[in-house]
Structures are given as C-alpha cells and as structure tokens.
C-alpha cells in the first residue's frame, strides 16, 4: 500500500472577539490515516477551527503518525519536536499525536516528548473535539486511545470541502497478524459496515458531486465476516485456489457491496470505484469475476487495477511471515484475473531482508516481478517491530545487504514499468484530472506552449497522465480523453482531444476540490 503525509491548524479567541483560530495537521503513513485525517479536520472545522496548510500559525498542531516501520515512527517523534518551540498571539500551539503511533505509544510517549499536550488513537477520532475542549481549557497530557470493544462498525465519511475522488472506510482492523506487522495492535479487530449503511453514505457523497471512491480497509476483501446478509444478495460461498475464505454464504461479502454499488441509481455521478489493499488469501474467485467485462457480468464502475499485496516471491519466507499463502496460488488468481481483464494494472507490496532471507528467496521475488509483470511496486527493508512474532527471530540480514536488495528490486522493477508503460504509446485513455502537475515539464518529448499548464490525471488502471491544459478551464475532478504521446517508468504523457468528453468536462459545474492534504512517502 502507499505510504504517505498531510497538512491543515484552533483557535485562541481574543478578550470579547470571536477569532477563528487555526489548526494544522500532518499525517505520515497509509491512506487509512490520510482518510482519518480528512475526519480530524472536518471534526475540528466544525469545532469551529480553520485549517493552515503553515504550522507556524496554527493553534492546534496534531501529527496522525504511522508506526509500521521504526523509521516512520522515529520520523513522527522528531517532527513533533520541530513545533514545540512555535508561538502563535504569543502563546504555544497545542500539540498532540495521534493514529497507529498514539495507538501503540499511548502516555509512554510523553516520556520522549514532554511538551506534547494529548495523545489520541485510531478508534477515538470521534472525541478529537472533545479532548481539544478539555486541552484549550488548560488541561495537559490527556490520553484517549481505548479502543471500541463493540462488534458493529457504524460510521458517516466526513471530508472538507467538495472534492471529486474521496476514500470511504468501509471496514476497519485486520485479523490476520502476519508476523512482522504492527498494524493487528494499533487498528484492532476486523468490523465491517452494513452493506446499506455504506450505499447510503455514497449516495450523500455522491449528490456533493464525488466522481471516483476508494474503498479502504487493511483487507478489504474480508469485508462482511459476521455481518449478516439482511437483503438477498446472492449469498455465494467464497472459493479461492486455497478454499473457502474470508466471508461465508449468508454473510455479506465484498463482491456483493461492489455489485450493489454498481446497481444502486443513486450513485450514478460515481463513475469509479477503486479498493485497498487486500490479502491474497480473501482474494475469491468471486471478486477476480468482478473484474470481467461488464457485458460478461463484471462490475461496470470497478477500474482496471489491482493492488494485491504479496511480501516474497519465496514461499519459505512467505511461511515464516504467516502469510498463509503460496506464490503458485497468488501467479494462479493473476493469471485468471488478466485473462478476464489483459489490461489491468496491478501493483504489490514486497519486503526484503526478512529473517533468513537468502539470496535464493530474494531472487524468487525477482523471478516474480518479471512472471507478474507489476505496472508497480512499494517496496520496503525489514524492520522488526515491538510485539509481533517476527521481531523474536534474529534480525539476520545486515541492512546493506537489505538496502542492496532494496535497490536492485527497485532498479529491477523501473524496467518492467518502462516496457508496461511504453506499450501505451499511441493509445486513447480516459483520466479523471486531479489538479495541476508538480512537475510543470513534460519531458523531451514535449514543449509546454506559453501560458498553459501542465495537468495530471490517472487512467482507470492507475496510470498517471501528464498533459498540456490548453482549454480555458481548469479541469480539475473532469474526466477527459487523452492520447499517449510518451512514457517514462512512472507517467505516460498524453494530448488533450477536444471531443466529446471535453465538450461535457467544460460545460459542467463540477467541483474543483480544495487541495487539503498533502502526503509523503515514510520508508
Ligand atoms: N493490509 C495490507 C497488506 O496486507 O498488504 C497493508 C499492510 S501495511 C499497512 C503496508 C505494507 O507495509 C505491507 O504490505 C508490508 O509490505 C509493509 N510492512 C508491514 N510491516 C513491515 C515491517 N515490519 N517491515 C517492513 N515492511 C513492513
Ligand atoms: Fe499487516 Fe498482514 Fe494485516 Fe496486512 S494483512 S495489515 S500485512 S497483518
Ligand atoms: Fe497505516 Fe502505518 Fe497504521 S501503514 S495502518 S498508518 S501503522
């Protein structure tokens, strides 16, 4: 899954004067925490608070931390400390932490940071306005991170502002304690929501003019264990390679919740609908059908991407990391999935460097990019973690043999993307335009003409497109057509066609979303 960060800031009222104060935040880690920050920062507007994107005069500063390797937990701590010499109206920001590290560090945190004001976890987001009352009331060191022991999931996505792609909780926690990961003790036990519960939240998302939805969870195709199938869904037994799975017949499941999406008429402005992440052992026979043509019974609105999370090529690690999973298995569900669907892109998660890995394990996950043939990867060195079963075997790989690893996969890797990439060239694509490009030049391949911008945008698969804007609006959270041109590794570049699409894009009153988050890749 990617890895990533964000920014926003409350507010200290003058004698008698209703001033609006500001908070800030900034979030390391998946999109489960951007998302949970997106709840952060609408709770806190409705407290009242206005975001910064500066955390110099934000009265309110919070970091939304990850912890599932040493270094994004080292780097959340010394961010923190970065802000506790800041004054605002010549007072201290109020400081407090919170997601997978508030989760796990709890009040030993304020030990390593004595400044810090509360610390808060992933299951007490709701009572963020809460514990900022009682802080801007004086009181210091409050820690909310009980986790919420209820069986039922029940919960209303909450964004800032109009925005055209937003990411909806549909399950949280995960079950499955892979022996290296952190995330099973800082996320909880596996809830899913109600099927209906989320189709109406969707709804409501997409009367505010939401166009593509990410469906997220630690393993979303686990989605509906326990929860009863109330409506007649078709209830399935769930198959997959290695049996039956996640889900049983008479439980709500994941395909059925992307099949009703498809059929509700209320979320017909919803064009796509994209998930992540999810384990190869819940990957069903069931979901791989989704992806089939809609005329050949798959999901209409399901794009053509695929993030599958594998960790080793090599089935000895793969056993020793509680995968549960076995490499043939996995190639089998890629290869059924592309036969239904050649062009889908498909991505993963690798760690190098596990306890034991060999230079023969790690070559297997070589031999596994090129059999895959991934459009990407993130990959990632070893690193033990506090609790889980893995950190008691010993930490045998040196970490310049990881990093040497490291490097190669990725160098390995770039030139199977370059090929995926490069067969593009010369064909049509529908993007969803996110905003304007970082990087305002479109390689060699192209001039950017005079007063025009670069734009980017993502096909259904995943791929980004970079493109000169020449129409006279902005774009952003349009769907438009475009022509690759050219390819990197990493991008494809495109002309804008000025047909039909273009001719909607341009006459419609879509929103333009406010860009409130900001990430950052933490390795
Ligand atoms: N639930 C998802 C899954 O199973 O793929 C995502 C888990 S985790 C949030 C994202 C990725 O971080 C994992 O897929 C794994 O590659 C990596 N990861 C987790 N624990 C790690 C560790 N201790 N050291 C290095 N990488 C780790
Ligand atoms: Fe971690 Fe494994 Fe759960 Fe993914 S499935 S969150 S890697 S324990
Ligand atoms: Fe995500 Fe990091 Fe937590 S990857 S679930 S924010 S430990």
Redesign the pocket.
Known sequence: ?AQQESGRAAGAPGEGQEQRGKYFIRTFG?QMNVADSERMAALLTEQGLDPTDNPKEAEVILINGCT??EKAVHKAVSTLGTYQNFEVNGRKPLIGIGGCVGQLEKDSIFKRAPYLDFVFGTDTIDQLPEIVYRVRKGERHIVYTDFDKTRDYSTETKVVGYKAQAFVNIMKG?D?F?T????PFTRGREKSRLIDEVLNDLARMAASGVREITLLG??VNSFGKGNPNEKAREPKELQNIIGKVGPRAGEENFPQLLRAIDADPRLKGIKRVRFT?S?PLDFSDELIECYARAEQGGVAKLTGQLHL?V?SGSNRILQKMGRHHQIENYIAQMDRLRELNPDVGIST???VGFPTETEEDFQQTIALLDRVQYDSI?A??????PG?R?EKLPDDVPNDVKNDRLNRLLKHQLKIAEGRYASRVGHVMEILVEGEAKNQNLGKTREVPENTRVFMGRTTCNRIVNFVNDSPRNLTGQFVNVKITGATALSLQGELLHDSAFAEAISSRGPIPKPLITTEVVQ
């Open positions: 899954m998946c599932v390797r995960c499955k892979c290296y990961c952190i995330v630690q393993n992440s384990h999370p960790q998660d690798l760690i993130f990632f060195a070893y690193s033990p973690r889980t893995a």
